[in-house]
């Protein structure tokens, strides 16, 4: 059974940093990604990554702030977090797809993880 598992939320000052950690239980991926989910708001995509290829894609209101990365040998994928803001509280959700599509919808992700708070605040 496929797991994902997240690590790394947090409460945070605005400007400052985070980085959340995903672990596959497997590799057999064609994409990993971020999405993330606000009070009152619907899952809005974050990230994502080509697991081969390395491509990355982001959202725009995290360009330039965030990046997402995999470690191949711990089957880890990362979403380094950087000037955060508190619109970017949420909670944070990983995601992997075994097809290929609209990357930017949770629809091609056929498994997630539980989902990790992140709060940005004073």
């Known amino acids: 059974q496929v797991q994902l598992v997240e690590s790394g939320g947090g409460l945070v000052q605005p400007g400052n940093s985070l980085r959340l950690s995903c672990a596959a239980s497997e590799r057999t991926f064609s994409y990993m990604a971020w999405f993330r989910q606000a009070p009152g708001k619907e899952r809005e995509f974050v990230s994502a990554i080509h697991w081969r290829s390395g491509n990355r894609y982001y959202t725009d209101s995290v360009k330039g702030r965030f990046t997402i990365s995999i470690d191949n040998a711990k089957n880890t994928v990362y979403l380094q977090m950087n000037s955060l803001k508190p619109e970017d509280t949420a909670v944070y959700f990983c995601?992997?797809?075994?097809?290929?599509?609209?990357?930017?919808?949770?629809?091609?992700?056929?498994?997630w993880g539980q989902g990790i708070q992140v709060t940005v605040s004073s």
């Open positions: 995601a992997a797809a075994r097809g290929y599509g609209n990357l930017y919808t949770s629809a091609l992700y056929n498994y």
